[in-house]
């Protein structure tokens, strides 16, 4: 499902940007793609992946743990989340269920994967 554009004074949704990493740098690039893509719908992507990894060790587990625990806090500030890529990890499935639990699963997209 594709989100529609922000029609003209709307409330910019926060989205969640759930796509895999796995300490891969091909990754941080797709998830700034997918970015891109909810900034072009009308909404502000929060990716942590793509931040956290500046300065975390994604093969550290203690470090991993923390970026997870983070994560799952700056669910709770996002509207939507939205799944990209046809992989859904481990660190994946651990955000969408705690999203599940907090916001519930109406707030879930699917998307496929974005023509940028």
Not at 2 to 22: H, N, T
Not at 94 to 109: P, T
């Amino acid at each position: 499902m594709i989100p529609r554009v922000l029609k003209s004074g709307e409330r910019m949704k926060i989205v969640f940007i759930c796509s895999p990493f796995q300490g891969k740098p091909e990754n941080i690039e797709k998830a700034k793609q997918y970015c891109r893509f909810a900034l072009e719908h009308g909404c502000i992507p929060l990716a942590p992946h793509i931040y956290f990894s500046q300065f975390m060790d994604d093969n550290n587990s203690e470090e991993r743990r923390r970026a997870l625990e983070m994560n799952k806090k700056l669910l709770e500030f996002c509207d939507e989340l939205w799944i990209f890529g046809e992989e859904i990890t481990e660190g994946m499935r651990e955000e969408i269920e705690h999203f599940k639990k907090i916001k519930g699963d109406v707030k879930i997209r699917k998307i496929e994967e974005p023509q940028i």
